[in-house]
């Protein structure tokens, strides 16, 4: 008997489809952090790109802020689910250029979809991504830290999973896509507003973080910059030289140049 493949991936990962949508207090704070920490400003009108939205927990969040939110999903079981939610979805058979059309994205958010694909596959993805990206927007990731001797269970826990990249690879990575890495860093874990007990232990998880990272950087990375908690956060722009950016700086001049003259 065939298997249903993508079935079995969401039982694997025990995505309930009475539970498509909804995030706990804990993610809540942590989406905060997250987009905070990109630099771009969440209003009625930002145009926000999902890729690999699984449950929905980042579209249910997200959307309580922005009515243009769009998702792209490998998973056909769970876009049907995001589209029964009146979530504007797509299959990833759909090319993001069928599915942006002339919009552009002021936020490209990726959690735990980037390791799924092959390098090639990657860098074909984060092209179309900075073509479709507004001129302040950024795209923001999470994998598998391949900076990290922590990061095994994750990248290896999965059998979907292909590609592990560090800070530098990204670094590597980004101006084949046109794009600039702007930052790696741990995922945020948050300390307030979930309660005395839980701030006391992520206290002492986040001192115990620093210290080995600390530890290790200097052991083993010449005290050069890594991540290495067990994923990474890795945030991106369009490079200075992308013709949006030229545009602006062009425009800049010939608004500079005229008051000049006036």
Do not use: C
Request: charged share 20%; proline share 3%; hydrophobic share 40%.
């Amino acid at each position: 008997m065939q298997r249903n493949v993508e079935n079995d991936y969401i039982n694997w990962k025990d995505w309930d489809s009475a539970a498509f949508g909804t995030y706990s207090k804990d993610e809540r704070i942590k989406f905060i952090s997250e987009v905070r920490r990109t630099g771009v400003l969440l209003n009625n009108e930002t145009q926000v790109l999902e890729i690999g939205f699984g449950n929905g927990t980042f579209a249910g969040w997200i959307r309580e802020f922005t009515q243009h939110y769009v998702g792209i999903e490998a998973n056909q079981a769970l876009v049907d689910r995001a589209i029964d939610s009146g979530i504007e979805a797509y299959g990833s058979a759909t090319g993001l250029d069928t599915v942006a059309g002339e919009r552009e994205f002021d936020l490209i958010v990726a959690f735990d979809v980037i390791e799924h694909l092959s390098l090639e596959d990657i860098i074909t993805m984060m092209q179309t991504w900075e073509r479709h990206l507004s001129n302040d927007g950024r795209i923001l990731i999470r994998i598998p830290s391949g900076d990290s001797p922590f990061s095994g269970r994750i990248m290896y826990g999965d059998i979907t999973h292909k590609t592990l990249l560090g800070t530098t690879a990204l670094r590597q990575l980004a101006p084949q896509a046109n794009l600039e890495l702007v930052a790696t860093y741990p995922p945020a874990l948050p300390i307030l507003g979930l309660g005395l007990q839980r701030a006391i232990a992520r206290i002492m998880v986040a001192t115990a973080r620093k210290i080995a990272t600390a530890i290790i950087n200097a052991t083993f990375h010449g005290n050069r910059h890594g991540v290495v908690t067990s994923n990474l956060i890795a945030i991106f722009k369009a490079e200075s030289t992308h013709p949006q950016n030229l545009l602006a700086l062009s425009s800049g001049s010939a608004r500079r140049d005229q008051s000049t003259e006036d």
